[in-house]
């Protein structure tokens, strides 16, 4: 070797032992307890650690990660350069920091990479900010690991984005339902778009029988029926509380006697357009509701449907048979429509009312995950009125639902 490339690697070698002995001492320094060194003189060690840190190579760093990332007490500054560095050195310090505090896992899931944010999604102190970053990233499979994380705590907004995420992200869906934040709301929504499965269990676990909210308000339907209350609000409060599912004032304008008329009329002569929608009226629900029920592939909300209105098996097999869905032999039954007629067993009336009901009414609730994740023609959160002054209840919606 040369005696001047010698001289350049002793020199650089002697640099290096230079800035790893400082580096030690500084890490010492700034990891001594507050009662054991000078507060000030912790902070200008922790500055000029940085200022080394910056111009070490990656052993010197996660030597520093290591040491400081018990402490609770480090400096900020320094967790945080650490925090944002390679996965190798940033994991130490993501996964095992306590000196972290949600300003700064916020900074690293928004600045970070998929890696950063999936060690921040793994820690025990994943708040309600960190959750609402987390899921505002588009990061699937930090979301994954946050959901899995039984210390993680999600928020109302995280929760929504997360359901309207799982359209698209199926592998969500089961992790959403184990989770305690999950309401009827969201789930009765994602019930569209689970696989057969995670169906039954939306059923099982979000249907209720509303015998609290009836009780509550019994004299209110008494009242209501007397004096013929029309406020639209409160009648669509009051038709998702209330025990009766078929429409009586539908049925009074109905051509056809009764519900099962109606579909034994539509299994004879084919279902229109109208017959369907008259269905509906006569179940109670909106065509809109209805349509999305009739037309989905998997089945189970006819069976829900036929359940709630109260059908005996015979007209919801009538039903399923109007909507040209096989049916197979008696002694070949088709095996889908058996799954079904399962699901349609297996419900009682008042819980797949509850169902129903949601549905029907999540198509037009304010809160809706639906309504929340659908484009401002639906629903004008910064609508103003005459004199250009946004009312004070689209304001109130505005700042509820984050929409800008």
């Known amino acids: 070797m040369p005696d001047g490339v010698s001289s350049l690697k002793n ?42 840190l910056i111009e070490s190579d990656e052993a010197g760093r996660i030597m520093t990660a290591r040491r400081l990332a018990p402490l609770v007490e480090a400096p900020r500054r320094v967790l945080r350069f650490l925090a944002h560095d390679t996965p190798t050195v940033s994991s130490i310090i993501l996964n095992e920091c306590k000196g972290l505090d949600q300003s700064d896992l916020v900074n690293v899931v928004r600045s970070g990479t998929s890696k950063h944010r999936v060690a921040v999604a793994g820690r025990r102190d994943v708040g309600p900010c960190v959750a609402d970053a987390i899921t505002e990233s588009g990061d699937i499979e930090a979301m994954e690991v946050m959901l899995a994380n039984r210390q993680s705590q999600l928020s109302d907004f995280a929760v929504d984005r997360l359901v ?81 599912q078929r429409n009586r004032a539908a049925l009074e304008r109905s051509d056809f006697k009764s519900l099962e008329d109606a579909i034994v009329f539509a299994l004879k002569e084919g279902l229109s357009r109208e017959l369907m929608d008259e269905i509906c009226y006569l179940c109670g629900i909106k065509p809109l509701t209805g349509a999305k029920i009739f037309a989905d592939d998997g089945g189970e909300g006819v069976a829900v449907l036929c359940k709630a209105v109260g059908l005996k098996r015979q007209y919801f097999k009538a039903l399923w048979s109007a909507l040209k869905r096989p049916i197979g032999r008696p002694n070949d039954p088709d095996p889908r429509f058996l799954e079904v007629l399962e699901v349609f067993e297996m419900m009682a009336v008042a819980k797949a009312q509850t169902v129903v009901r949601y549905w029907n009414w999540s198509l037009s609730a304010a809160f809706s995950p639906e309504i929340l994740n659908v484009g401002d023609e639906t629903i004008d959160l910064t609508q103003k009125d005459a004199g250009g002054v946004e009312s004070h209840t689209r304001k109130s919606m505005r700042l509820i639902f984050g929409r800008s």
């Open 164 to 244: 309207s995420e799982s359209r698209d992200a199926a592998q969500l869906c089961s992790l959403m339902l184990q989770r305690p934040e999950l309401r009827p709301a969201h789930a009765l929504v994602m019930f569209w778009w689970v696989e057969k499965g995670v169906r039954i269990d939306i059923l099982k676990r979000f249907s209720a029988e509303r015998n609290t909210l009836i009780e509550a308000c019994s004299d209110i339907f008494a009242e209501a029926a007397r004096e013929n209350w029309s406020d639209p609000t409160v009648r669509k409060g009051l038709q998702v509380i209330e025990r009766r």
């Open 11 to 52: 020199i650089e070698d002697k640099s290096a032992l230079e800035r790893i002995a400082l580096l030690r001492r500084l890490v010492d320094v700034v990891a001594l307890p507050a009662s054991a060194g000078g507060l000030q003189d912790r902070a200008i060690a922790g500055d000029i650690l940085l200022e080394m």
